[in-house]
């Protein structure tokens, strides 16, 4: 029962964050307030987080070998910061 509702929660916060990247990048208030490329950075940062949340949960990397979890979390850093480095530009 104890993973049911872990497994509940992080569906609950993937869809809260998707909800919370829609509104941010449809709002024109909030890239008014700071700028559009400090959205764009935190929206992309964002989906990030949720494919290292699906990685971890879903795909079963939490019982996986540290070193693949290591290379996992390692690829979502390395290529979020390139993304957001490009899109920043």
């Known amino acids: 029962m104890t993973s ?16 919370f990247a829609v509104v ?3 709002s024109h208030h909030t890239t008014v307030l700071l700028g559009p490329g ?17 990685g971890y949960w879903f795909m079963e990397l939490r019982s996986a070998p540290k070193g ?8 979502c850093v390395a290529f979020a910061t390139a993304v957001v480095a490009v899109a920043s530009t």
């Open 4 to 19: 049911l509702r872990a497994g509940a929660a992080i569906l609950v916060a993937l869809t809260g964050s998707t909800v």
């Open 24 to 26: 941010m990048i449809d």
């Open 38 to 54: 400090l959205w764009v950075a935190l929206v992309l940062l964002t989906a990030f987080a949720k494919v290292a949340a699906i």
């Open 68 to 75: 693949l979890r290591y290379l996992f979390f390692g690829w």
